[in-house]
């Protein structure tokens, strides 16, 4: 529907008296118009045709925005202003309208906003139904009046018409349903309608479906903007730096970044960045200077946001006019003015002033008086009068937070705690200097000229104040150290009695402890709380057979007559037949003069010990004062009493050589030692590895050290490299120089060197019978030498055998000669004795038995 769109629909007047007791009506509503006719059901207004006859009807509009029910019955109009839902948001709702007697009900989307009781009843007459508005000319409805009879139709009753669209609208009188379809679903044969068409339907100015205005023309978008139809309405895409919905508003944040941690907020001229500063109580503050293009007329209004339970001096403003602090302690605030030689301080009463939540505090400085509010709270004080231009103050003078200035005069101590955004007269107090607010382009706004210990954020427990092992846990929330067991404090800095309610009996002493106490007991009492007596003699502390009696804190022996000493340990009578001597000491005895009875004795003590029996060993290392520089004294009991037992890494016999772990050549291979305090180091050659150089190193697999494809064999400490037939070398890098030499009858031998530059050398090893550099000459001079050997040594036996014959044969010749005869001379110079060999023996001799 349009601006002046209509839908009638004529009742017939068999069906007049049909809703007059019960009247319900429901559609879809859509619209962004605030006012509006939706439907008028009743009779025509004025209508000529019932001349006297009184006019009903029930109605539903929108005015300013609020959904209106009228209606007109037996007495004056009724009307009804909802103004709950919302109709006009260009979504569509479903509108229930139901009159039953003197019941009105009243739905939106199913949500009922509206049940009341009628004042005046009576019979509702429904001539006609009118959807979006009512005719204003009779020459509209020809139609009506023909179906009517009405020859002069007019009517007192003039509303907007609505603009929107409706959709499945019903007519019931509680037992039968009617539809008004201004244009009529076809093909529809499937659906089952939920009643039946009104005939009579008589549309103007309406479209069908969903139409929508062309809201862009013309384009209401400004400064670039681009504008999308929605459903009659618009939408503006604005450009970077505008908003608002035609975007004619800038949007400084959109081109200007504020600060980590600082929240953007435009203004019209420019924009401030809103943060919280953290003050910490021992040096924090900010000043500022005030920059004004067009000042406000007067200056009286401070508006501070805070968080604190310590509190200080919050503000501090001077000039040469006056100056004003603002301080909050605990449970009050004070203003003190100056002026001159005039002063004044005001104090104002408030127990939530430094309870640690945030506050709102604004303070308005205006010659008629002094103002305090806390959270929108007017608080009462003294002295309320303003001696100072605050205003002038402010525009010519120096501000600050955080601190009270250099002549505090009757200020208190520098305020510890978090502030929030702070304004005076509306114009924001920047945390951040003109550095970090980039082209701010307002008018009004004051300038941050030095900051001093300051930071972003709310920081209300600080790590290195707390104590005893404290620790802040939540430090933008928890102002106190969460402390460990057994202390307290808002810093944990009290150690808590736990003796306060001790339990310790018998005269005990509690001992207060870290989340505990003990109890010092009395003698002769122990126990967790000294609750049970000690039994002394369980012990048994009495000896040789003494008897044994409890008593509080101490025992008693009685000793057998031979015995003596509080346990009945020692002889009435020492010597001895009962050694008392100890470590392997020698004992003897003492004789006395007069009895001549050993009644005493002495100990002679081993070597190391000494005391009356002994018992004490002699502590030659104090005695001595022996420093083992590395190490500790250990006694021996033998040669000097005493040895240094070193650490490691430490000999000889005060401990201060250190040993030289290289001694014992622990490193192979000709590796070179370094030695290190408890520890070694192997300089290893580069065929081997490992802790002392006695692992290989596979150049195989590490260097691949063999040239032109040779296969290399790992071997220890070194490699080999099987070569091509095509090369020679260490590392095959050198070419065979065999390759191009033919030993005709022998073998071609190559020595290569691949240390010596070029250094590839060659030979033949010839065949027997063959000779000369390559093997081809035929060689007949080792057969004549070999002759020439075999005569030579043939020769030379034959010359022994004849040498060895003529011996044989001179020595027979001459043995003959003295064969036969008897020369005593010669006996005696050759056989002096006789040859044993030559005498018999004798026969065995016989044993006598």
Not at 797 to 810: K, N, R, S
Request: glycine share 8%; proline share 5%.
């Amino acid at each position: 529907m349009t601006r002046d769109s209509l839908v009638t629909v004529a009742i017939p007047e068999v069906d007049h008296g049909t809703y007059r007791t019960h009247a319900d009506v429901s559609m879809l509503v859509r619209t962004r118009q605030n006012d509006g006719l939706i439907f008028y059901l009743g009779t025509i207004p004025n209508d000529p045709a019932t001349p006297g006859a009184r006019d009903t009807h029930i109605l539903a509009e929108l005015k300013n925005g609020e959904l209106v029910i009228r209606l007109l019955l037996d007495g004056p109009e009724e009307i009804y202003t909802i103004r709950g839902p919302q109709l006009t948001d260009g979504i569509a709702h479903l509108l229930h309208v139901k009159r039953l007697g003197n019941e009105l009900e009243v739905r939106v989307d199913s949500s009922v906003v509206l049940n009341a009781t009628l004042v005046y009843g009576g019979d509702l007459q429904a001539h006609v139904l009118y959807l979006g508005g009512i005719p204003e000319e009779p020459a509209n409805l020809s139609r009506v009046k023909r179906q009517l009879g009405v020859s002069n139709f007019t009517t007192t009753i003039t509303r907007p018409h609505f603009k929107g669209t409706l959709q499945d609208i019903r007519v019931s009188n509680g037992s039968e349903t009617r539809l008004i379809q201004p244009f009529p679903l076809t093909n529809v044969s499937s659906v089952v309608l939920p009643g039946f068409d009104f005939p009579g339907v008589v549309s103007h100015n309406v479209l069908e479906g969903t139409v929508s205005d062309n809201t862009c023309a013309p384009d209401p978008c400004l400064n670039g903007a681009t504008c999308t139809v929605t459903w009659n309405d618009f939408e503006c895409t604005c450009t970077v730096g505008y908003k608002g919905k035609v975007c004619d508003e800038r949007e400084y944040c959109a081109i200007f970044q504020c600060p980590s941690g600082a929240e953007c907020v435009n203004l019209d001229d420019g924009y401030e960045c809103l943060a919280i500063l953290t003050l910490n109580g021992l040096n924090s503050s900010l000043s500022f200077a005030p920059s004004f293009t067009h000042p406000p007329p007067a200056l009286t209004k401070v508006l501070l946001t805070y968080r604190s339970q310590v509190g200080g001096t919050v503000m501090y403003a001077a000039g040469s006019d006056g100056s004003v602090w603002v301080s909050l302690y605990p449970g009050l605030i004070t203003v003190y003015q100056a002026n001159g030689s005039a002063s004044t301080s005001a104090s104002f009463s408030s127990n939530s002033t430094l309870d640690g939540d945030w506050h709102t505090l604004i303070i308005s400085l205006h010659p008629t008086g002094l103002q305090v509010l806390l959270d929108n709270t007017t608080l009462l004080g003294t002295d309320i009068a303003v001696i100072i231009d605050f205003t002038s103050l402010v525009l010519n003078g120096e501000i600050m937070v955080g601190s009270s200035g250099r002549n505090s005069g009757g200020a208190g101590e520098m305020f510890r705690g978090c502030l929030g955004p702070s304004r005076i007269q509306g114009v924001l107090l920047p945390f951040f200097s003109q550095l970090d607010l980039i082209n701010n382009t307002a008018q009004n706004q004051f300038l941050r000229m030095a900051e001093d210990e300051t930071r972003v954020g709310c920081t209300l427990c600080y790590n290195e104040e707390c104590t005893n092992g404290g620790f802040c846990s939540d430090p933008s929330e928890v102002y106190s150290c969460s402390c460990p067991a057994g202390f307290e404090g808002s810093l944990c800095q009290v150690n808590i009695d736990e003796c306060i309610n001790h339990q310790c009996l018998n005269n005990a002493t509690c001992v207060d402890g870290i989340n505990q106490y003990t109890c010092a007991c009395q003698p002769g009492y122990t126990g967790e709380f000294c609750e049970e007596d000690i039994n002394e003699c369980a012990s048994d502390p009495c000896q040789n057979g003494a008897q044994c009696t409890d008593r509080i804190g101490r025992f008693e022996c009685h000793c057998l007559e031979e015995y003596v000493g509080v346990t009945c340990a020692e002889l009435k009578v020492k010597n001895c037949s009962r050694s008392r001597c100890l470590n392997g000491a020698t004992c003897n005895d003492v004789f006395n003069p007069l009895t001549g009875v050993a009644d005493n004795y002495t100990c002679t003590c081993a070597f190391g010990y000494e005391g009356i029996n002994c018992e004490s060993a002699v502590d030659f290392c104090k005695l001595k004062n022996v420093d083992c520089h590395h190490g500790t004294c250990d006694l021996t009991y033998k040669d000097q009493g005493w040895e240094c037992i070193c650490d490691a890494g430490w000999e000889e016999p005060y401990c201060r050589e250190e040993t030289n772990e290289c001694h014992s050549q622990p490193c192979y291979n000709g590796a070179t030692c370094i030695d290190s305090h408890l520890d070694f180091t192997c300089k290893c050659p580069p065929t081997w590895q490992g802790k002392t150089c006695a692992e290989d190193v596979d150049e195989c697999q590490t260097i691949f050290p063999c040239n032109h494809d040779g296969t290399c064999i790992n071997l220890q400490g070194s490699f080999e490299c099987e070569c091509l037939d095509k090369f020679c070398g260490q590392t095959c890098l050198l070419n065979n120089p065999c390759l191009d030499k033919n030993c005709t009858n022998g073998e071609c031998i190559y020595l290569c060197d691949e240390f010596v530059p070029n250094d590839t050398k060659f030979f033949c090893q010839c065949e027997d019978s063959w000779e000369g550099d390559f093997c081809s000459e035929e060689s007949f001079s080792n057969n004549i030498n070999l002759a020439i050997i075999v005569g030579c040594v043939v020769t030379l036996m034959l010359i022994i055998a004849i040498v060895g014959l003529t011996v044989f044969l001179m020595m027979a010749k001459k043995k003959r000669q003295t064969r036969g005869t008897y020369s005593p001379s010669r006996q005696e110079f050759y056989s002096p004795r006789v040859e044993m060999g030559n005498v018999m023996k004798p026969p065995p001799e016989e044993r006598l038995i």
